[in-house]
């Protein structure tokens, strides 16, 4: 069961990048799928999520309208389009599967990829 995130660098303000998340080890078509951040000294905070079949997505507030999530589950991928970059979007980014195994809620996570927004 594996997530390994793509797509992090360096950018300057208002670019943009899309970050990509591809899973293998399980059934990723009935995982919900999360990104979060990370900046530094602050906690890991939810960006985005999508469910299993791409039909519902939530946004957080903070980014809403610049971040889009979105996934092609024949490619076992799911994607963090990012527009209009600001330099507090400067953070290591993680995916998340989250799944329903019988009784239980299983999560895993991606290693992270950096993005940092600087002129």
């Known amino acids: 069961v594996q997530l390994v995130e793509s797509g992090g660098g360096l950018v300057q303000p208002g670019g943009s990048l899309r970050l990509s998340c591809t899973a293998s080890?399980?059934?990723?078509?009935?995982?919900?799928m999360s990104w979060y951040r990370q900046a530094p000294g602050k906690e890991r905070d939810m960006v985005a999520s999508i469910d299993s079949a791409g039909g519902a997505t939530h946004v957080e507030d903070s980014v809403k309208g610049r971040f889009t999530i979105s996934r092609d589950n024949a490619k076992n991928t799911v994607y963090l389009q990012m527009n209009s970059l600001k330099p507090e979007d400067t953070a290591v980014y993680y995916c998340?599967?989250?799944?329903?195994?019988?009784?239980?809620?299983?999560?895993?996570w991606g290693q992270g990829t950096l993005v940092t927004v600087s002129s």
């Open positions: 080890g399980f059934t990723f078509s009935s995982a919900t």
């Open positions: 998340k599967a989250t799944r329903l195994v019988g009784f239980r809620t299983l999560e895993v």
